[in-house]
Nanobody, 120 residues
Framework: QVQLVESGGGLVQAGGSLRLSCAAS????????MGWYRQAPGKQRELVAN???????NYADSVKGRFTISRDNAKNIVTLQMNSLRPEDTAVYYC??????????????WGQGTQVTVSS
């Protein structure tokens, strides 16, 4: 079992920066992918960025060049550095981890969500 604790959300003006962190605990040795999704009112949840244990990353086109994802495998922490924030980045951000199970399937775990609001 994996437990997730998120931090770093808040209110920021356009052009500003925020840093989101997510710490995983429990059965963490089998975690393969860690990342962040977001959901704005009236919209579907979308992938923002994720990173594999080996360091491979994926980013949504809308955040490339502005956001950077990183992880500390020893501490089981994933961090999303968000720079040059825009009002359209306003959403609830959810930490997501994927754990490799003994049957080779992935099991997903979700944080409770943290609000990011960017004012114009």
């Amino acid at each position: 079992q994996v437990q997730l604790v998120e931090s770093g959300g808040g209110l920021v003006q356009a052009g500003g920066s925020l840093r989101l962190s997510c710490a995983a605990s429990g059965t963490t040795s089998s975690i393969h992918v860690m990342g962040w999704y977001r959901q704005a009112p009236g919209k579907q949840r979308e992938l923002v960025a994720n990173i594999s244990r080996g360091g491979s990353t994926n980013y949504a086109d809308s955040v490339k060049g502005r956001f950077t994802i990183s992880r500390d495998n020893a501490k089981n922490i994933v961090t999303l550095q968000m720079n040059s924030l825009r009002p359209e980045d306003t959403a609830v951000y959810y930490c997501n981890v994927q754990r490799l199970m003994t049957d080779w399937n992935m099991r997903a775990y979700w944080g409770q969500g943290t609000q990011v609001t960017v004012s114009s």
